[in-house]
């Protein structure tokens, strides 16, 4: 009789630490876990709001390459304004970079000072095209891109791809890839093939001022 009624206290025991077990984590443990989960819902999607915001295009403004815009990798459109120091000229035109290609626009100065020349330079996954308008006539030139950075290669680019100048861009939002198309109507000459025949870029413009 003895050894039943103790029995039955341990059963009563175990049975009162489970109810209050049970009632505290009713009470704190499963609240607890839900604001858990709650917390990390919060930070998953801060995490992703934060990501598309840092995502996001932004306006840039300041002084820097071409180059430097053209390897940041964000689709820009861009008002460049440019000082050539050995000319003392202004050069002013625009810009456009997407997907690591760029097409610049640009009015600079004729060799003789009379008036300005519009002069284009593109690149492309490939090559780096260069070409200009003199007295109704244009002159273009290719260079495959291993070479831009070769001193034997003068690509007599509008503005030199590591020259500073100042830049206003904003996002380009309605990107159209056929600015990268060099236009069909130029024949372009090969800087490579020019140089092996000793020919130097440039000397068809002096031909082009001759009477």
């Known amino acids: 009789m003895k050894n039943s009624s103790v029995r039955n206290l341990v059963i009563l025991g175990v049975v009162a630490v489970g109810l209050i077990a049970f009632g505290y984590f009713a009470l704190f443990a499963t609240p607890a ?3 858990v989960n709650e917390a990390e819902d919060v930070l998953a999607e801060l995490s992703v709001e934060a990501d ?7 306006a840039r403004q300041g002084t820097g390459s071409l180059e430097m815009l053209r390897l940041l990798g964000e689709d820009l459109e861009c008002t460049i304004a440019y000082t050539d120091a050995e000319q003392g000229s202004a050069v002013e035109g625009t810009y456009f970079v997407s997907g690591g290609s760029m097409r610049g626009d640009f009015l600079t100065e004729s060799p003789d000072l009379s008036g300005q020349i519009l002069s284009s330079i593109v690149i492309d996954d490939k090559n780096m095209y260069v070409w200009s308008e003199i007295e109704g006539q244009t002159y273009g030139m290719k260079m495959d891109l291993s070479l831009v950075d070769d001193p034997t290669y003068d690509a007599r680019e ?6 500073a100048v100042t830049y206003d861009c904003k996002p380009w939002r309605n990107v159209d890839r056929t600015v990268f198309v060099p236009p069909s109507t130029v024949l372009f000459q090969d800087m490579s093939e020019m140089m092996q025949a000793g020919m130097e870029y440039g000397t068809v413009y002096e031909d ?3 009477p």
Do not use: F, H, R, T
């Open 158 to 163: 509008p503005v030199a791809l590591d020259a």
């Open 52 to 58: 598309d915001k840092a995502a996001a295009p932004v």
């Open 33 to 35: 876990q839900k604001m």
């Open 208 to 210: 082009a001022e001759m």
